[in-house]
Structures are given as C-alpha cells and as structure tokens.
C-alpha cells in the first residue's frame, strides 16, 4: 500500500511566494462576506416553563407587600 501525503509541495504549489507567504489575493474570504450563517430556522418552540416561576414571584411579592400593609396598619393603630 503506497502512501500519499496530503499536503502539496511547497515548491510547487501555486499562489506561494518564496519564503512560503500567501499573497493577499490568494487567501479565501473571511466569514463576514458569507450571505447566511446556517439554515433559516421556522420552527421555535416557546419555553412552557416559564408561567410557572413568574407566577411563583409574583405570589411571593404580594404577600410580602400585604405583610408590610398589615404591619404599617398595626403600627398605625
């Protein structure tokens, strides 16, 4: 089994200055210039837990403001 090496020779390979430096034509394009990052995506599901917890803090906040209305109506008294 004859083994090939996957990387070209950099004598002869083209677009290679001497020294092995790439002039700047020859680079390919940096990512920015792609029109798209992936594949559209039309199916996004909305998180279901979410009630749960705002409806948790929610409790919490107004039995926290009726113990400090009860305890201001108290002091009043």
């Known amino acids: ?10 004598e002869r390979s083209t677009g290679l200055e001497p020294g092995g430096g790439v ?7 940096a990512e920015s210039s792609m029109p798209e990052a992936g594949p559209r995506e039309t199916h ?13 803090i ?6 926290i403001a009726a113990f400090f209305l009860a305890y201001a ?4 008294l």
């Open 1 to 10: 089994m004859s083994y090939v090496n996957p990387d070209p020779e950099p």
């Open 23 to 29: 002039p700047p034509g020859e680079t390919p394009p």
């Open 58 to 63: 929610l409790a919490l906040v107004v039995l």
């Open 73 to 76: 109506i108290i002091l009043i």
């Open 44 to 56: 996004n599901p909305t998180k279901g837990w979410a009630k749960g917890p705002l409806t948790a």
